[in-house]
């Protein structure tokens, strides 16, 4: 066997983005960003612009109206239950439409939103010079924008500091040497143009003695507080830098931030963004700590900025045989790093890009209906499992306002996660609407990745201090919500205990006499899976004993708990997403494949029977498109029954022209008409969600979802592939060759000493350790393992 050893570094390298025109459009720009601070390089004809946005940039006033008009869960509800159900829809009762569009109010204000930070332009003469086109460096996020300058080609070099909120750029020959003459003719920092009219004007603090452009925005709490002067202390400010060599003529403009440039002197300039509570956002520079724009700066931060990209791709690596879903892999990652750091605010549907109204739509917020989960599923087989600690922080941030709701709206014990949440402060529901806010689903869908953690490190400190309290949160909920009168007994015809009411994700909403409103299938799967992991995270941190009377709670609901809806269609059984549902329904989020994925309950692991009901339901499921790119294809990666060529060509459909993948229509017949405009949804904004692509490619490389290791089940083993140190559940950094039809070897570290167990691949295999050699055989190899140790197995 050949040993596995990636030059993941230079793997990456081959896959740059590149455009061979301006790219003036929003969509078409390079992405690059820290984790915090975001760019979008775009290109004119007679101009670079540079849009900047930033995680923890928002404009951070809330709509809290009606509190007192809310009513409680239970007072709804009996009101609810008088609807008849021979109505077409509980809004044809004006009492429940008021109540709607009372709840709904809130929502329909325009904040809070993250806030664009402003642009950064640089004019040049189209008479004397040419935009060509640009090139993106995934393995070290370095931008190269070529231009023809008469009868020589320069390149403009910019990138993003991974370390500081800073944009550098620096002009060079074609030789790379630095260009001795420039040839911007203007900079001009722009504040956004869709600032909210009744926010503070921006403060223009220009010093062109300093070769500086800069603005300063007051992002304020509440907007009467600002108005009257009244208490700031919450209010929060921004402010937009731009500093250029002292090299270059620097000469005032003619409009507001605006410099014209001479021709003289070597071009560099250095693009800062401060932002934080609007008293640390001071009206001064300070200059302690800034560097300055030149050569040696530039050169230094590149270099401290490619350390740490060396260290982001020495995490894992794969190298494929298939050329479009090895670059689909590395350029999402390379997304990924840009757009998520667990310092920086959890990024919200849109992440850290946006300009005008891009990255505004849905305010920008935390949709925990998979939305907001969905981007973190790649960071635990990719091996960042540091970048879900971003989502962690959300959690947290939540859990106060969750807890709060479940108490006064519900009177239950425990936390009810949010449909729909902001990364500002909350004091209750931003989305109170009964027909989406009484998503149960959502409660344990939103600390579910919380065990993964766990899972894939076996850090008992993070689930002690972490997971542990969140999860409880929802169990406490959950098995009130389920223990509740009207949720078990004579009515229902059983000895079960019911998930109602609840409302399908994305689908039919609250119906009258709650017909769809009973034990979704999504509801399900996820409900168990938050007691099983409750129950073994109770025994792993040694306390099953003081949780006793819970979990015995658990344990009778379990014992008693529905079965999954079914319905027959013409492929056989098939799951549905709540009982009595026509099979054929055109689904928006992939409810009937929810036991695959997220539930993990189905699976290659299933019986035939479940394991045929399962592809039975993936086959069956019909998507009309929008939610579904890695939901839907992750679950069919979980049952090896992923067309991959298919899956290529889906992404290619939904791929814009910076590398990304937008959400993107399949079909109408569901919520959308033959009218609807298939791509309404690509000039929202970057969407986030759908960095999880590599997800499905480790899943067709690899899976552990239930503690075995099983290697390649979704990849054609006459395809060559290989990968470097993913991650296992149980704390495992695998690494695995597969050619010429077979596996032809596998190298495991083992960081937490778990046992491992591995589906085998081959008839027999041998195992070289330190401790020495040794021969197994049968379905599932099984190993004890210390910390630290490494493995190699190949076939015998």
Same mark, same amino acid.
């Given at each position: 066997?050949?040993?596995?050893?990636?030059?993941?570094?230079?793997?990456?390298?081959?896959?740059?983005?590149?455009?061979?025109?301006?790219?003036?459009?929003?969509?078409?720009?390079?992405?690059?960003?820290? &984790?915090?601070?975001?760019?979008?390089?775009?290109?004119?004809?007679?101009?670079?612009?540079?849009?900047?946005?930033?995680?923890?940039?928002?404009?951070?006033?809330?709509?809290?109206?009606?509190?007192?008009?809310?009513?409680?869960?239970?007072?709804?509800?009996?009101?609810?239950?008088?609807?008849?159900?021979?109505?077409?829809?509980?809004?044809?009762?004006? #009492?429940?439409?008021?109540?709607?569009?009372?709840?709904?109010?809130?929502?329909?204000?325009?904040?809070?939103?993250?806030?664009?930070?402003?642009?950064?332009?640089?004019?040049?003469?189209?008479?004397?010079?040419?935009?060509?086109?640009? *090139?993106?460096?995934?393995?070290?996020?370095? /931008?190269?924008?070529?231009?023809?300058?008469?009868?020589?080609?320069?390149?403009?070099?910019?990138?993003?500091?991974?370390?500081?909120?800073?944009? #550098?750029?620096?002009?060079?020959?074609?030789?790379?040497?630095?260009?001795?003459?420039?040839?911007?003719?203007?900079?001009?920092?722009?504040?956004?143009?869709?600032?909210?009219?009744?926010?503070?004007?921006?403060?223009?603090?220009?010093?062109?003695?300093?070769?500086?452009?800069?603005?300063?925005?007051?992002?304020?709490?509440?907007?009467?507080?600002?108005?009257?002067?009244?208490?700031?202390?919450?209010?929060?400010?921004?402010?937009?830098?731009?500093?250029?060599?002292?090299?270059?003529?620097?000469?005032?403009?003619?409009?507001?931030?605006?410099?014209?440039?001479?021709?003289?002197?070597?071009?560099?300039?250095?693009?800062?963004?401060?932002?934080?509570?609007?008293?640390?956002?001071?009206?001064?520079? *300070?200059?302690?700590?800034?560097?300055?724009?030149?050569?040696?700066?530039?050169?230094?931060?590149?270099?401290?900025?490619?350390?740490?990209?060396?260290?982001?791709?020495?995490?894992?690596?794969?190298?494929?045989?298939?050329?479009?879903?090895?670059?689909?892999?590395?350029?999402?990652?390379?997304?990924?790093? /840009?757009?998520?750091?667990?310092?920086?605010? /959890?990024?919200?549907?849109?992440?850290?890009?946006?300009?005008?109204?891009?990255?505004?739509?849905?305010?920008?917020?935390?949709?925990?209906?998979?939305?907001?989960?969905?981007?973190?599923?790649?960071?635990?087989?990719?091996?960042?499992?540091? *970048?879900?600690?971003?989502?962690?922080?959300?959690?947290?941030?939540?859990?106060?306002?969750?807890?709060?709701?479940?108490?006064?709206?519900?009177?239950?014990?425990?936390?009810?996660?949010?449909?729909?949440?902001?990364?500002?402060?909350?004091?209750?529901?931003?989305?109170?609407?009964?027909?989406?806010?009484?998503?149960?689903?959502?409660?344990?869908?939103?600390?579910?990745?919380? #065990?993964?953690?766990?899972?894939?490190?076996?850090?008992?400190?993070?689930?002690?201090?972490?997971?542990?309290?969140?999860?409880?949160?929802?169990?406490?909920?959950?098995?009130?919500?389920?223990?509740?009168?009207?949720?078990?007994?004579?009515?229902?015809?059983?000895?079960?205990?019911?998930?109602?009411?609840?409302?399908?994700?994305?689908?039919?909403?609250?119906?009258?006499?709650?017909?769809?409103?009973?034990?979704?299938?999504?509801?399900?799967?996820?409900?168990?899976?938050?007691?099983?992991?409750?129950?073994?995270?109770?025994?792993?941190?040694?306390?099953?004993?003081?949780?006793?009377?819970?979990?015995?709670?658990?344990?009778?609901?379990?014992?008693?708990?529905?079965?999954?809806?079914?319905?027959?269609?013409?492929?056989?059984?098939?799951?549905?997403?709540?009982?009595?549902?026509?099979?054929?329904?055109?689904?928006?989020?992939?409810?009937?494949?929810?036991?695959?994925?997220?539930?993990?309950?189905?699976?290659?692991?299933?019986?035939?029977?479940?394991?045929?009901?399962?592809?039975?339901?993936?086959?069956?499921?019909?998507?009309?498109? &929008?939610?579904?790119?890695?939901?839907?294809?992750?679950?069919?990666?979980?049952?090896?029954?992923?067309?991959?060529?298919?899956?290529?060509?889906?992404?290619?459909?939904?791929?814009?022209?910076?590398?990304?993948?937008?959400?993107?229509?399949?079909?109408?017949?569901?919520?959308?008409?033959?009218?609807?405009?298939?791509?309404?949804?690509?000039?929202?904004?970057?969407?986030?969600?759908?960095?999880?692509?590599?997800?499905?490619?480790?899943?067709?490389?690899?899976?552990?979802?239930?503690?075995?290791?099983?290697?390649?089940?979704? #990849?054609?083993?006459?395809?060559?592939?290989?990968?470097?140190?993913?991650?296992?559940?149980?704390?495992?950094?695998?690494?695995?060759?597969?050619?010429?039809?077979?596996?032809?070897?596998?190298?495991?570290?083992?960081?937490?000493?778990?046992?491992?167990?591995?589906?085998?691949?081959?008839?027999?295999?041998?195992?070289?350790?330190?401790?020495?050699?040794?021969?197994?055989?049968?379905?599932?190899?099984?190993?004890?393992?210390?910390?630290?140790?490494?493995?190699?197995?190949?076939?015998?």
């Amino acid at each position: 066997m050949e040993a596995i050893d990636l030059d993941i570094l230079e793997r990456a390298g081959r896959h740059a983005i590149r455009y061979d025109r301006p790219a003036s459009g929003f969509f078409e720009g390079a992405l690059l960003g820290n &984790g915090g601070l975001g760019a979008v390089v775009t290109t004119r004809p007679d101009a670079v612009v540079i849009h900047f946005g930033h995680n923890n940039v928002w404009d951070i006033r809330i709509a809290e109206k009606h509190q007192d008009k809310i009513g409680t869960f239970e007072h709804l509800f009996a009101r609810l239950k008088e609807i008849p159900a021979s109505y077409a829809s509980l809004s044809e009762e004006a #009492w429940y439409r008021d109540y709607v569009a009372m709840t709904s109010e809130n929502y329909d204000f325009p904040y809070p939103r993250p806030m664009p930070c402003g642009s950064l332009l640089l004019g040049i003469d189209r008479r004397t010079t040419e935009v060509l086109g640009h *090139k993106l460096a995934i393995e070290n996020g370095l /931008c190269e924008i070529y231009f023809k300058n008469g009868g020589s080609f320069l390149t403009l070099h910019v990138f993003v500091d991974q370390q500081r909120d800073r944009l #550098w750029a620096t002009l060079r020959d074609s030789e790379g040497a630095v260009a001795q003459s420039n040839i911007f003719n203007r900079a001009r920092l722009i504040p956004d143009p869709c600032t909210p009219p009744e926010l503070p004007k921006f403060q223009a603090l220009a010093d062109l003695a300093d070769h500086r452009l800069s603005f300063r925005q007051t992002l304020p709490f509440s907007l009467e507080d600002s108005v009257s002067a009244g208490n700031r202390s919450k209010d929060r400010a921004f402010r937009l830098s731009a500093r250029f060599a002292s090299s270059v003529d620097f000469l005032e403009g003619v409009q507001e931030l605006e410099a014209k440039l001479g021709k003289a002197g070597e071009f560099t300039v250095c693009v800062e963004l401060e932002e934080g509570s609007e008293t640390d956002v001071s009206s001064v520079h *300070k200059e302690a700590g800034s560097p300055s724009p030149d050569q040696e700066s530039f050169t230094a931060a590149f270099a401290s900025s490619g350390v740490i990209w060396e260290a982001y791709w020495s995490r894992s690596g794969v190298a494929l045989e298939d050329e479009f879903l090895e670059r689909i892999w590395y350029r999402n990652l390379y997304f990924f790093q /840009c757009s998520v750091k667990p310092e920086a605010t /959890c990024p919200g549907l849109f992440a850290n890009w946006s300009y005008g109204k891009i990255g505004s739509e849905w305010h920008g917020d935390y949709h925990m209906n998979y939305n907001t989960q969905q981007p973190f599923w790649l960071a635990f087989s990719s091996n960042h499992v540091d *970048k879900h600690l971003a989502y962690v922080n959300m959690v947290d941030h939540v859990l106060p306002v969750s807890r709060k709701w479940a108490r006064e709206y519900y009177g239950l014990r425990g936390a009810y996660y949010p449909h729909s949440a902001y990364p500002v402060e909350m004091n209750m529901m931003p989305y109170p609407v009964p027909h989406w806010g009484w998503e149960v689903c959502e409660t344990p869908w939103t600390v579910q990745s919380l #065990w993964w953690h766990y899972l894939y490190t076996m850090d008992k400190i993070f689930l002690a201090e972490r997971a542990y309290t969140p999860i409880k949160e929802a169990v406490l909920f959950m098995v009130d919500y389920m223990k509740r009168p009207d949720a078990r007994g004579e009515s229902w015809g059983d000895d079960r205990y019911h998930i109602f009411p609840t409302v399908v994700p994305e689908l039919y909403e609250l119906t009258p006499g709650f017909e769809k409103n009973r034990d979704c299938i999504v509801d399900l799967t996820l409900t168990k899976f938050l007691f099983r992991a409750f129950l073994d995270a109770c025994e792993a941190l040694g306390r099953s004993a003081e949780q006793s009377e819970l979990l015995a709670e658990i344990g009778d609901i379990l014992d008693h708990f529905p079965e999954y809806p079914t319905a027959e269609s013409e492929r056989g059984t098939v799951f549905v997403s709540v009982a009595g549902e026509d099979p054929e329904t055109v689904y928006n989020v992939p409810n009937g494949i929810t036991t695959v994925f997220p539930g993990e309950d189905h699976g290659l692991h299933s019986s035939p029977e479940e394991y045929g009901i399962a592809v039975n339901s993936y086959l069956n499921h019909r998507n009309e498109g &929008g939610n579904e790119l890695v939901f839907l294809n992750l679950a069919g990666a979980r049952l090896g029954k992923l067309d991959l060529e298919r899956f290529k060509r889906q992404i290619d459909y939904c791929m814009l022209p910076n590398g990304t993948c937008t959400d993107k229509l399949l079909e109408s017949g569901g919520r959308y008409s033959d009218t609807t405009s298939f791509d309404y949804m690509g000039p929202m904004g970057i969407w986030f969600e759908n960095f999880a692509l590599p997800a499905v490619i480790n899943e067709c490389l690899m899976q552990s979802y239930n503690g075995i290791i099983r290697f390649f089940p979704n #990849w054609p083993l006459d395809k060559r592939a290989e990968f470097s140190t993913l991650r296992a559940v149980g704390g495992f950094l695998v690494s695995a060759i597969a050619d010429a039809g077979k596996v032809q070897g596998i190298e495991i570290y083992s960081e937490a000493g778990s046992t491992l167990r591995i589906y085998n691949p081959w008839n027999a295999a041998t195992v070289i350790r330190t401790r020495g050699e040794e021969t197994l055989t049968g379905e599932v190899l099984a190993l004890d393992t210390d910390t630290g140790e490494k493995i190699r197995l190949i076939p015998l």
